[in-house]
């Protein structure tokens, strides 16, 4: 078998990932203090949601959950991969073509329907003449991540993992420059949000091509093999209609209240860093890895790979979920309270990322549980359960909100992604042994969970000792900087004495890939 070092390919996945959500946060920061929470952010934030929420069907979504696992086992059976991928490419593009055309065209009915409390002011109209600026964004993105699961599924990581820090690096700059001269930022936000997406596309087609990944567009032809893609991937993509149904709930019962909308989506952006470090990294690494091994019938590899990404995946998730429910204030109102954004705006944001925190851990075990079944090509399985998970997101978001208000969908959205993952687990004992975490895994978890309570124990203690200095304009930054070198220091000790973790564990896999 052609091996993937699994290891160091998330560290490398999460190496990028990490450098695009910190981009990503300070994306936040600014847009927070350039526009604020209000009508015009409202409306950035639905229009720029529209491609992400389709980006879920055709990028790193349902395509890939049904691209990667074939691909990969057609490149380890050396079964002509790349005229797979090439039709993979002519087909996904066409649909997209399609689908950009119609969405431009019933733009106010998409905003309508993902926004309905926008209707009757003016936020409806700003999103929708931003929608059709964003839109296209969909286009380059998808075809990007098409060329992004082909080089995971060779073992190269690097180039589509460092893809998504163009976005943010190019929105930022857009929206200095505006700031510099005098120019309206939502504007140069939303006009640069495209570019950046041909640029993502221009850094992985090269990569690929690099990588010996040589694939030219084409006029789309529906082969057997694409009929397969098909027929696994509807099903991945009616749970993903799923999902995005959760999302569509979640902002519209948002969009009720006076600027839920943005305050809900920093939340998510703060909650989405170690999210996308962790458990998009892993999830990304692991699916072709198993699906390889799979192919060369290495059960107890694939059992291995499983319970090393579960272990090291909540070996960092679960003291990232600890800090965002201990210290939420702190961090949103020193990264977030400046300009238009003031202390009630941060007061609400750190309310949601503390329950968005809660929820953490399972966002992040769905993307080790979900490679289970894609691996195999069953994508009908996490459909069904998606179903669940809709039904409880979708009552207890609306169900909640004549009693609680905005933060409804917060709790929803943390209630269901629990659920997700205890009927994940449960279908996947079905599987067999390679879907079990191992005994070293078993044994860890417990040092994991006390390690990251006594991590969060000192947290709070530290918070209430550097109080007054996160609350002086010229001493918060540095003080927001020791309070999480505290929280890392403490869980880091705490690990090893407790056998959470070894370092060596993560000193090999450096090793193994400088080599």
Request: hydrophobic share 60%; glycine share 10%.
């Amino acid at each position: 078998m052609k091996p993937i070092r699994l290891i160091s390919g998330i560290l490398t996945v999460g190496f990028w990932t990490l450098a695009s959500r910190v981009l990503g946060v300070a994306r936040e920061i600014l847009i927070l203090a350039y526009i604020g929470p209000g009508p015009v952010m409202d409306a950035f934030v639905a229009a720029f949601r529209l491609p992400n929420m389709f980006r879920r069907f055709f990028a790193e979504g349902a395509f890939n959950a049904a691209f990667v696992p074939i691909f990969s086992k057609k490149y380890e059976g050396e079964e002509d991969p790349l005229r797979f991928a090439r039709d993979a490419l002519n087909g996904l593009a066409f649909v997209l073509l399609l689908l950009s055309a119609l969405a431009l065209i019933f733009m106010p009915a998409l905003v309508w329907a993902t926004a309905g409390g926008f209707a009757g002011d003016a936020r409806f109209e700003l999103t929708v003449g931003y929608g059709r600026i964003i839109f296209p964004y969909i286009l380059f993105i998808s075809l990007a991540a098409l060329f992004s699961g082909a080089l995971n599924a060779t073992g190269h990581f690097a180039a589509a993992a460092a893809a998504p820090v163009l976005l943010n690096i190019f929105v930022i700059i857009a929206m200095v420059v505006a700031a510099v001269i005098g120019g309206d930022v939502i504007q140069w936000l939303v006009w640069t949000i495209p570019f950046a997406g041909v640029a993502q596309l221009a850094l992985v087609w090269v990569a690929a091509e690099r990588a010996g990944v040589k694939v030219r567009p084409g006029m789309p032809r529906l082969t057997p093999d694409m009929k397969r893609l098909v027929r696994v991937a509807v099903p991945a993509a009616l749970a993903g209609g799923v999902m995005q149904i959760n999302l569509l709930v979640g902002q519209q019962v948002a969009s009720q209240f006076d600027k839920a909308v943005g305050w809900l989506y920093a939340a998510d952006r703060l909650y989405q860093l170690p999210l996308g470090v962790v458990g998009i990294a892993v999830g990304i690494v692991l699916l072709p890895d198993l699906s390889r091994r799979l192919k060369a019938e290495d059960d107890g590899g694939a059992r291995h790979a499983f319970s090393r990404a579960g272990e090291m995946a909540l070996a960092l998730t679960i003291p990232a979920a600890v800090a965002l429910m201990v210290i939420p204030l702190p961090m949103v109102s020193v990264l977030f309270e400046r300009g238009a954004t003031s202390a009630d705006d941060s007061a609400a944001i750190a309310l949601a990322v503390a329950i968005y925190g809660l929820g953490l851990p399972a966002f992040v075990l769905q993307k080790v549980l979900q490679p289970l079944f894609f691996a195999r090509e069953d994508t009908r399985t996490p459909f069904r359960y998606a179903v669940w998970s809709m039904v409880v997101n979708a009552v207890i978001a609306v169900g909640l909100a004549p009693l609680i208000g905005w933060i409804a969908p917060a709790i929803a959205t943390t209630v269901a992604g629990w659920v997700m993952v205890l009927m994940l687990g449960i279908g996947g004992r079905r599987i067999g042994d390679t879907a079990r975490f191992d005994q070293r895994f078993r044994r860890r978890i417990w040092g994991i969970l006390a390690a990251s309570f006594v991590m969060g124990a000192i947290l709070w203690g530290t918070y209430l000792l550097l109080g007054p200095l996160l609350n002086r304009d010229y001493w918060r930054y540095p003080a927001l900087v020791l309070l999480l070198a505290v929280g890392l220091v403490s869980y880091g000790a705490a690990g090893q004495a407790l056998g959470a973790f070894r370092l060596s564990d993560f000193k090999a896999a450096l090793r193994r890939k400088r080599t």
